[in-house]
């Protein structure tokens, strides 16, 4: 498999799996993001939330891809199978691929030493 791909198996898709996520799992905020993360059963999953008001449908699509490229080079060093939900605060509409690299590469390193059983 390419390790460029991002397969359905990796994504959050139903509502009922954000929502107990929402509710059990460990909030983290930075600047521009909210994190939340929970252990999960099989793989490691992401969810990303943007809406409209970050910015219009190009910068939104970009930001989501900078960020399922970073998951895929970090669910590996998480330790364990996690769900991780991104949302996307209104501000980060104006970060460049750096910022969102440094910031979220910063606060993955911070969550791969811990555990969430």
């Not at 929402?22 to 983290?28: A, I, L, M």
């Not at 490691?44 to 891809?65: D, F, P, Y």
């Amino acid at each position: 498999m390419n390790d460029k791909t991002f397969p359905r198996s990796r994504r959050i898709r139903r509502t009922a799996d954000y929502q107990r996520l929402w509710r059990e799992g460990k909030h983290v905020h930075t600047a521009h993001f909210i994190v939340i993360i929970n252990p999960s059963r099989d793989v490691s999953r992401l969810g990303i939330t943007v809406g409209r008001k970050v910015g219009h449908a190009v910068c939104r699509n970009r930001l989501k891809r900078w960020i399922r490229e970073l998951f895929r080079d970090h669910y590996e060093r998480f330790g364990q199978t996690v769900d991780l939900s991104i949302i996307v605060k209104r501000q980060a509409g104006r970060l460049s691929h750096v910022q969102v690299n440094r910031e979220l590469s910063t606060l993955f390193a911070r969550l791969e030493t811990e555990t969430y059983d």
